[in-house]
């Protein structure tokens, strides 16, 4: 954010201070200022003009956009046996991982290893999240006899 102070004047050519005050706990000082917000949210910004005579303040809400990008989930899997590895290394703009392997199985972390005990096509799911969102990217297990097989991929 940047702060303008550009129309307020003293006609008798007094001193002037400027004092500004941002919604967030932090302030700045000068006719001009500026400000980086640590989040996304409305805040009202406040502008105190004072000279010899008195003061005056202003205040003005702003609405800040987040400037943390959604997570992008993907994951990349292979399977030995009964034994999968999971791998979200491909995700994006993520801070946590949750897993879902289909058969009631779940799991935390960038990566995972599950075992699976039934026959079936499967669907896993992994859910990516950070920055106040998420998303998900899903992909497929079949576990015939004594072996599962994946796509190689879930997006």
């Given at each position: 954010?940047?702060?303008?102070?550009?129309?307020?004047?003293?006609?008798?050519?007094?001193?002037?201070?400027?004092?500004?005050?941002?919604?967030?706990?932090?302030?700045?000082?000068?006719?001009?200022?500026?400000?980086?917000?640590?989040?996304?949210?409305?805040?009202?910004?406040?502008?105190?003009?004072?000279?010899?005579?008195?003061?005056?303040?202003?205040?003005?809400?702003?609405?800040?956009?987040?400037?943390?990008?959604?997570?992008?989930?993907?994951?990349?899997?292979?399977?030995?046996?009964?034994?999968?590895?999971?791998?979200?290394?491909?995700?994006?703009?993520?801070?946590?991982?949750?897993?879902?392997?289909?058969?009631?199985?779940?799991?935390v972390g960038v990566s995972a290893t599950?075992?699976?005990?039934?026959?079936?096509?499967?669907?896993?799911t992994l859910t990516a999240t950070g920055?106040?969102?998420?998303?998900?990217?899903?992909?497929?297990?079949?576990?015939?006899?004594?072996?599962?097989?994946?796509?190689?991929?879930?997006?």
């Amino acid at each position: 954010m940047t702060g303008s102070s550009a129309g307020s004047n003293d006609p008798e050519g007094q001193a002037i201070t400027y004092a500004w005050a941002f919604g967030d706990t932090q302030t700045g000082s000068g006719k001009t200022t500026s400000h980086t917000y640590a989040s996304g949210g409305t805040y009202t910004i406040g502008l105190t003009v004072t000279d010899a005579n008195g003061t005056g303040t202003l205040t003005q809400p702003v609405t800040v956009s987040s400037s943390t990008p959604a997570p992008v989930a993907r994951f990349t899997y292979t399977c030995t046996s009964r034994r999968c590895t999971f791998n979200a290394g491909g995700s994006t703009n993520a801070t946590s991982y949750a897993w879902s392997f289909g058969d009631g199985g779940t799991g935390v972390g960038v990566s995972a290893t599950h075992d699976y005990t039934a026959n079936g096509n499967l669907t896993v799911t992994l859910t990516a999240t950070g920055g106040g969102a998420s998303d998900t990217a899903a992909g497929s297990v079949k576990c015939v006899k004594q072996s599962c097989t994946s796509n190689g991929s879930g997006s």
